[in-house]
């Protein structure tokens, strides 16, 4: 019976699901965005935004234990020093998944995975954002070029005299 089993095997044994996970968090650190599908990306936000947790607090311990899940020196030195610092008072959400279609050999669901903090466009989009004007009734479209028509013929006898 399959009681309580909840999270994806992603087809894998449990030795190749822990190395492909710890390869694609390394990944995932180092480029802050990777392109993946969507089951993958699923798992991969469970495994590594609790370590993106612990990087918040620089100490030996926690780095060993991020360590031992990345098993990559430059991906942990990176963390640390730059991921943690930029999202130090995020409380949670550290990633977005952002769904592209359907990958034309096998059909599969496809996104890209990436580091909110990281994403230059959404950024800029979020910090321009106004309130919304009141929206006001348009004036009649016959009446305007009527207007500037009659008032064309004016102007110009003004700049003659």
């Known amino acids: 019976m399959r009681h309580n089993k909840k999270f ?5 044994t449990n030795t190749h699901r822990a190395a492909m996970l710890s390869n694609m968090a390394s990944s995932l650190i180092k480029h802050k965005r990777i392109f993946t599908t969507t089951a993958k990306a699923k798992a991969l936000r469970k495994y590594v ?11 030996t311990h ?13 991906s942990v030195t990176e963390l640390f020093n730059d991921v943690a610092q930029k999202i130090g008072e995020r409380p949670g959400g550290y990633t977005r998944i952002i769904k592209t279609g359907n990958r034309l050999g096998d059909n599969a669901a496809m996104c890209f995975i ?5 994403n230059e466009n959404m950024m800029k989009d979020s910090t321009k954002k ?3 004007a009141r929206r006001q009734r348009k004036k009649s479209v016959a009446a305007a070029p009527a ?10 006898e003004e700049t003659k005299e």
């Open 49 to 59: 935004e609790p370590l993106i947790t612990k990087a918040k607090e620089d100490t």
């Open 114 to 118: 990436e580091l909110v903090d990281y």
């Open 147 to 156: 207007a500037t028509v009659e008032e064309t013929p004016e102007v110009s």
């Open 62 to 74: 926690s780095r060993r234990i991020v360590f031992s899940s990345l098993r990559d020196k430059n």
């Open 8 to 12: 994806n095997h992603l087809g894998r």
């Open 130 to 132: 106004a309130p919304k």
